[in-house]
């Protein structure tokens, strides 16, 4: 009898002591697995907040006016910058809104009218925000803006129009070029003066809430 109860006892022991061992293992695979996913998880936060958004400057601009803020706006974010320049450049006689005939008269009447662009932007994926610059032209944005905007695929980007004008508003332009693009986000437009400091630029933007890293 004591010897079946020492043999009892001692199986007993023996299975204590492997299922302590299990245990002990399992814990340790759960603490290495923790860490792990843990690290992992502080790495991706990490990648994400040291993201770089990508902004650049697109502009069209006849007389130069545009130009200039243009090159404020990329000066001030460090963002590239990029002149949206016609294969045929128009003329003094071209810009002559007066004149019923002209270049620039027949191409605003005519809404389908696309005038063909020097050059393309290179990587045009890389970049989160592109800012759109143009002056206007008979309470519209130059069609030559138009053809911009359709050559290139703008899906999850921001874009930010802004215009210069002798005395119109940036009015409906904004609405018809946000109509050639598809899953973009468009902020409000504004219209800047070509006398605008770069300190003054630079406000409107920071009130926009794009969150640059500069």
């Not at 045009?124 to 592109?130: A, G």
């Not at 802004?162 to 437009?189: K, M």
Request: aromatic share 8%.
């Amino acid at each position: 009898m004591k010897k079946t109860i020492s043999i009892l006892l001692a199986l007993f022991i023996i299975m204590s002591l492997s299922a302590c061992g299990n245990s002990a293992s399992q814990t340790e695979q759960s603490s290495v697995e923790g860490s792990t996913n843990d690290a992992a998880s502080t790495e991706n936060k990490g990648a994400s907040k040291g993201k770089k958004i990508k902004v650049l400057v697109a502009y069209f601009s006849a007389t130069n006016t545009t130009k200039g803020i243009a090159r404020h706006i990329a000066n001030g974010l460090k963002a590239d910058l990029y002149e949206i320049i016609p294969e045929d450049s128009y003329t003094d006689a071209d810009l002559d809104y007066n004149d019923d005939n002209s270049r620039t008269t027949l191409e605003m009447k005519d809404s389908d009218a696309r005038p063909a662009i020097s050059g393309s932007v290179k990587n045009m994926e890389q970049y989160d925000i592109v800012f759109i610059g143009y002056p206007i032209w008979w309470g519209d944005a130059p069609r030559i803006v138009s053809t911009f905007m359709e050559s290139y695929d703008f899906s999850g980007k921001t874009i930010v129009p802004f215009c210069t004008s002798g005395s119109s508003g940036i009015g409906s332009s904004v609405a018809n070029l946000e109509q050639l693009t598809n899953n973009a986000t468009w902020l409000d437009g504004r219209r800047l003066n070509g006398t605008d400091s770069q300190d003054t630029i630079m406000e409107w933007i920071d009130s926009l809430g794009l969150n640059l890293k500069k």
